[in-house]
Structures are given as structure tokens and as C-alpha cells.
């Protein structure tokens, strides 16, 4: 059974910075994919970045330039870099994988393992 647990979620003023975690235990293989998904009040699951399992990323066109995914492959980590946040990046943040290797930013339905979620608020 993989587990998830995210961390590293706040309050920030706009122009700040975040770094999120999602800490995997249970087996995760290296080749799975891995992204970070979000969720505002009112809003659907977009999904935020991406790694898939050859190491490529993707990412929203709404972050590109100011965040950025990346793993540690030995401490079975992701990590989600968020940098100049805006008052729109404030939501629930969930972290996502699955044994599929190339799912990118394709529907949250295809990832079968989530976090429970760290919330981000940015103020203007």
C-alpha cells in the first residue's frame, strides 16, 4: 500500500515563496508518475506539475517559471518549489502517484494514490 503525506504548506504574502513536500511510503517505483494536483474552494482538481517516471516534467501555464517539481529518489520524496506566489495559487495542494510511468498532467482520475492535502494561502 503506497501512503502519502504532504507538508510544507502556509500563509504567504503575494511574492513569496513555498517549498511543498510529499513524503511516500509503501513501495513506490521509480518509474511511477508523480504531480502535484490543487484545489480551490468552488473550483475542479487542476493538476499543477508534473515528473513522470523517465524524469520529464510538465507543468499548468499558470506556474511555468515559478514553480518547480523535483524528487529525491533515495528519501522517496517530491518536492513542489513554489516561487513569486500569487493570491490565485491559494488552495488545497495534494500530491498524487501512480505506477503508470507517463500520466503528466492527465486527469486526477488516473492517479490512484493521494495525499490527504497541505493548504497554501497567498495574500495580496
Known amino acids: 500500500q503506497v501512503l502519502l503525506v504532504e507538508s510544507g504548506g502556509g500563509s504567504v504574502q503575494a511574492g513569496g515563496s513555498l517549498r511543498l513536500s510529499c513524503a511516500a511510503s509503501g513501495y513506490i517505483g521509480r518509474m511511477y508518475s508523480m504531480a502535484w494536483f490543487r484545489q480551490a474552494p468552488g473550483k475542479e482538481r487542476e493538476g499543477v506539475a508534473a515528473?513522470?517516471?523517465?524524469?520529464?516534467?510538465s507543468y499548468a501555464d499558470s506556474v511555468k517559471g515559478r514553480f518547480a517539481i523535483s524528487k529525491d529518489n533515495a528519501k522517496n520524496t517530491l518536492f513542489l518549489q513554489m516561487n513569486n506566489l500569487k493570491p490565485e495559487d491559494t488552495a488545497m495542494y495534494y500530491c498524487?502517484?501512480?505506477?503508470?510511468?507517463?500520466?503528466?498532467?492527465?486527469?486526477?482520475?488516473?492517479?490512484?494514490?493521494w495525499g490527504q492535502g497541505t493548504q497554501v494561502t497567498v495574500s495580496s
Open positions: 515528473r513522470d517516471g523517465d524524469g520529464s516534467t
Open positions: 498524487a502517484a501512480d505506477q503508470t510511468p507517463s500520466l503528466g498532467l492527465g486527469s486526477p482520475q488516473a492517479y490512484n494514490y
